[in-house]
């Protein structure tokens, strides 16, 4: 195992030094002073820290501390020019923000991964070990106020929410962007697959859920700098057959009730949690999906919360949302709650664009006036053999043309009556759909076969214009979404409905903001054209609001 690791090394190009091209990389050029420490978890593991204070400081000065706990902090990766000499890589974190307005900036890395020892964790009880003692320890240091920000993208949002969940001394406020919520979930819908970006299904027959676990051990065996201290080196490549083998048997596990998955749910964990959070997430990033991060949101209790919802992928909305004011909002917030200083945090509490690109404020999302409005769906057959499109995979069932612009606000919801193996799956769609015949991808779901399947699709935030239709098409499975070996069953829908969450009242967009990146190539790449004949015999009267015909 550990020689297909070190291989695996070289293959991905998990280690390999290279330069970044990437806009959201920020070089650090505020003068600051770097020191290396080591901290110890209570179980005894050793975890590694990279410091930066702002410099010209007197020793005994303090100020306000913003961490990030992570498994990508190693000596050796994401290396961009200029970067800091003999210190962590910073690419993606704010820390020449951070400098800027007087805070020290703390990188710790995660048990297994840069220069701490121990096997890695994935979010289970030993990395929630690691956040709390980083934030403790970063809340004593005689440079400290004794309150601290984590702030992160992704992972390292995730150990945010695993700071929300642990509750250490110190810990101030937490920014969270495209964090996973429930990695059981990140991996799996209802147990089967997600497809990542760039991990197709090997022919070695390697799921993209197994390479996922494959490529943090991969990562968490990359190895130190020549000049890195002799523990650090050691640290670094210390991977033991034991660490691998346990960690991917977690993430190859498909069992959603197994207690490694329940126990890192961070949804019931953090419930009623009143640590101010600043969460955002992208209704269209395809790698932490807009999936279990909104119940976690509603669950949050009392508190002065912040969320950012809306059009953009896998990113912090730093440089890639089509947003000026995002760094104000944001370095307002940590100000407030972190340094303390007397401020008012710009924006309502959520701020959300929806998919024409407009932005607009909300109290809350999904709104209040978001109610659930029943759709039918047409009966009829689909055979479960994938890969191939047809006529005989899917089931299109179209509303008629809306009279006025309908707002689909929150998590739509599926119940199926199915006939069918339970090794097959059901996956449904819904489609923004044109008098052309063009439909956009809304959102979509999919689970195993039952007699009564309930499926859960994607969040989205999405006004349909008047004149267009809602489609719904059920099918085996969306080749480009998830993976699924095919049973070549056939499946019967013997009666099904969808759930759709719409607003009560139109929406007038009041605030100020641009298309991203990620939204164009959405309008581009989710589309397909419905034909004439499914326009013409797939129509149910679904008695919605603003639809045309008698209700």
């Given at each position: 195992m550990l020689r297909v690791l070190v291989g695996l090394v070289s293959v991905l190009g998990l280690a390999a030094p290279v330069a970044s091209a990437d806009p959201s990389t920020e070089p650090v050029t505020t003068p600051h002073v770097y020191e290396e420490h080591w901290l110890t978890a209570p179980d005894g593991t050793r975890l590694h820290a990279d410091v930066l204070r702002p410099a010209g400081l007197s020793p005994e000065a303090r100020t306000p501390v913003l961490l990030a706990v992570s498994p990508y902090r190693s000596h050796t990766a994401y290396i961009s020019e200029p970067?800091?000499?003999?210190?962590?890589?910073?690419?993606?974190?704010?820390?020449?923000?951070?400098?800027?307005?007087?805070?020290?900036?703390?990188?710790?890395?995660?048990?297994?991964?840069g220069g701490s020892n121990g096997c890695p964790d994935y979010g289970g009880p030993g990395e929630r070990s690691d956040v709390a003692t980083a934030v403790e320890w970063a809340a004593s240091r005689p440079w400290s106020t004794g309150r601290v920000g984590m702030v992160g993208m992704s992972y390292e949002a995730w150990t945010g929410l695993l700071g929300l969940a642990a509750r250490p001394a110190g810990l101030a406020a937490v920014v969270a962007f495209e964090p996973v919520v429930d990695p059981y979930s990140y991996l799996y819908m209802q147990g089967v697959s997600w497809k990542f970006t760039g991990k197709p299904v090997t022919e070695n027959g390697i799921r993209p859920s197994d390479q996922v676990g494959i490529e943090h051990l991969a990562i968490a065996s990359t190895p130190g700098r020549p000049d890195d201290s002799p523990e650090y080196r050691a640290n670094a490549v210390a991977m033991t057959e034991d660490c691998a083998r346990d960690y991917l048997a977690l993430t190859q596990n498909h069992d959603a009730a197994d207690p490694g998955w329940v126990a890192r749910d961070l949804v019931a964990a953090t419930r009623g949690n009143t640590i101010p959070l600043f969460l955002g997430q992208g209704f269209v990033d395809q790698n932490t999906r807009p999936d279990r991060v909104f119940e976690l949101w509603r669950a949050q209790g009392p508190g002065e919360h912040r969320a950012w919802f809306g059009q953009w992928g896998h990113n912090d909305c730093r440089f890639k949302c089509g947003t000026p004011h995002f760094d104000a909002e944001v370095m307002a917030f940590l100000d407030r709650h972190v340094a303390g200083r007397d401020v008012e945090v710009p924006g309502p509490p959520v701020t959300v664009q929806q998919f024409d690109g407009?932005?607009?404020?909300?109290?809350?999302?999904?709104?209040?006036?978001?109610?659930?409005?029943?759709?039918?769906?047409?009966?009829?057959?689909?055979?479960?053999?994938?890969?191939?499109?047809?006529?005989?995979?899917e089931i299109y069932s179209l509303s008629r043309p809306f009279e006025r612009e309908t707002h689909l606000s929150g998590v739509a919801t599926a119940t199926l009556d199915l006939l069918g193996p339970p090794a097959a799956t059901v996956a449904v769609e819904l489609y923004d759909v044109e008098p052309s015949g063009r439909a956009t991808v809304i959102t979509r779901g999919i689970a195993p076969v039952a007699a009564t399947t309930a499926i859960r699709m994607l969040g989205q935030d999405w006004p349909i214009a008047a004149g267009h239709r809602l489609g719904i098409r059920v099918t085996d499975v969306v080749d480009d979404v998830w993976v699924h070996p095919p049973t070549g069953a056939t499946v019967t829908v013997v009666a099904g409905r969808v759930e759709l969450p719409l607003l009560d009242r139109p929406r007038v967009p009041d605030l100020a903001g641009g298309l991203s990146e990620a939204h164009e190539k959405w309008r581009v790449q989710k589309t397909t054209t419905i034909g004439a004949e499914v326009m013409n015999n797939a129509v149910v009267p679904m008695n919605l609001p603003n639809e045309t015909g008698p209700r």
């Open positions: 970067r800091l000499a003999g210190g962590p890589s910073t690419d993606f974190l704010p820390v020449d923000m951070a400098l800027r307005a007087g805070y020290s900036f703390v990188i710790v890395d995660l048990r297994g991964f407009r932005w607009r404020a909300e109290a809350a999302w999904p709104p209040a006036d978001s109610r659930r409005h029943t759709a039918a769906v047409r009966a009829g057959t689909f055979v479960d053999r994938g890969y191939v499109p047809g006529a005989d995979r």
